[in-house]
């Protein structure tokens, strides 16, 4: 049955959001990489983004038609549109840096400056849905596993210091299964993974969910297992010249999140703050240097 047909970005990606699971493998690569690279799919030919995307030009055609279009021109002018109403260009900024060879110092600082600008662009809204269902939560949890561990470690460490609740689900000794017992309906979960999607990210999610907590996910993608069964869903640039994923955009997201939520907290994230920051050091946590106020 033909999709009625999207009349804004937003409608898009719900629709594609909606009718993942039902696409072939095909569709599913091409949906992706339309979720995952709006700005390319407005400024690139149909056999440029079926070969990043790694499918048929044909396969594109037919997606379009899935999802309510009469054709490919279409679908794309829907990507057009939304750049065109977009504050700033990142594909052509990006275009003009990719492929640059030379110094590996100045490669790496410039695809992070791309993923970071990428990341602020796409999740605007997505960080202020997810502060809201944090915010409104009785109590947050936090997870991410081996890569994507530092980035859930600072949201829980920052979130900490306004809100002392905030939990670290770390499975430590491997106790995770021990650990989501404590979830409770209502709640608030945040998890954070990217390709490959860690097995213990996924059944943090899943336990969440039978659970009746809310999910916020951070992930490389739209599409992702865990964006696919959240709640909100905030979208990370990994890319890296070198030969793990970045996780400098997936900090500043958190880091993001962290000051919507004392933003709007006010002066009793204010008051929170200052007792944590005051126990700490009367505990010891800071060396004392010559620019201490005796």
């Given at each position: 049955?033909?999709?009625a047909t999207p009349h804004s970005y937003a409608a898009l990606m719900d629709l594609i959001k909606a009718r993942h699971?039902?696409?072939?493998?095909?569709f599913q690569a091409g949906a992706r990489y339309l979720a995952d690279h709006p700005d390319d799919v407005a400024v690139s030919s149909m056999r440029s983004i079926a070969a990043r995307a790694q499918v048929q030009s044909a396969a594109l055609v037919r997606l379009a038609q899935q999802l309510g279009f009469a054709g490919w021109p279409e679908l794309k002018a829907i990507f057009v549109e939304r750049l065109r109403a977009g504050p700033a260009g990142y594909a052509a900024k990006a275009g003009a840096l990719a492929g640059k060879e030379g110094n590996l110092v100045t490669e790496m600082f410039t695809v992070q400056q791309r993923n970071l600008a990428a990341t602020e662009s796409a999740n605007h809204d997505a960080l202020d849905a997810a502060a809201s269902l944090l915010q409104a939560a009785p109590r947050v949890h936090v997870a991410g596993f081996r890569a994507a561990h530092p980035i859930a470690y600072t949201l829980h460490y920052l979130y900490r210091l306004l809100r002392p609740s905030v939990q670290l689900l770390s499975g430590q000794g491997?106790?995770?299964?021990?650990d989501l017992r404590?979830?409770?309906a209502g709640e608030a979960v945040v998890v954070v993974s990217f390709a490959p999607?860690?097995?213990e990210a996924l059944l943090v999610a899943q336990a969440a969910r039978q659970t009746g907590c809310a999910v916020v996910a951070i992930s490389d993608s739209a599409m992702s297992p865990l964006a696919l069964q959240a709640d909100a869903s905030i979208v990370i640039a990994v890319d890296s010249p070198s030969f793990f994923p970045s996780i400098v955009a997936g900090v500043a997201a958190v880091e993001s999140l962290v000051e919507l939520l004392v933003a709007r907290a006010g002066p009793d994230a204010v008051q929170a703050i200052?007792?944590?920051e005051k126990q700490l050091r009367a505990l010891g946590a800071y060396a004392k240097t010559s620019n201490d106020v005796t």
């Open positions: 049955m033909q999709a699971a039902q696409l072939s493998p095909q491997g106790t995770l299964e021990m404590a979830l409770q999607y860690s097995s200052g007792a944590a």
